[in-house]
């Protein structure tokens, strides 16, 4: 349960900031132009039920199982399908990375900018020693 404030008081940035915003429905129309480039995280809407399932279970040691999945399957899964129905996300995303396998995530590069090919990569992941 939070307890403290939800918001952290408003800072400016340096003009050459680089800022990067984390977010679901964020390739909404009235957004989508605040944007300098444009990443889409994909992942299989099962997969996303299990990842919510281990991240409750993690952060509080016991989830019901159970009340999880309902909220995702009723709450999240047609929220999601709305927003990619109306908003078309993928349509608007420069680099769409597909991360239904955790650890191997390949993307797509979109983008008409220069250097750009619009070739699927692979990523490969790094961990520190």
Do not use: C, K
């Not at 889409?40 to 993690?58: G, N």
């Not at 927003?83 to 191997?104: G, K, S, W």
């Amino acid at each position: 349960m939070l307890t403290g404030p939800l918001s952290s008081p408003a800072t400016t940035a340096v003009e050459d900031a680089v800022l990067l915003f984390d977010g679901v429905f964020l390739l909404r129309p009235e957004l989508i132009d605040q944007w300098d480039l444009r990443i889409f995280v994909s992942v299989d809407f099962e997969q996303t039920i299990d990842r919510a399932l281990t991240r409750s279970m993690a952060m509080a040691g016991s989830a019901d199982a159970a009340e999880i999945e309902r909220s995702w399957r009723h709450r999240y899964i047609p929220s999601q399908q709305l927003y990619f129905a109306t908003a078309r996300p993928t349509d608007h995303a420069d680099i769409i990375v597909y991360n239904d396998q955790l650890h191997e995530p390949t993307w797509d590069i979109r983008s008409a900018r220069p250097g750009t090919t619009g070739d699927r990569h692979e990523l490969v992941l790094r961990r520190p020693d």
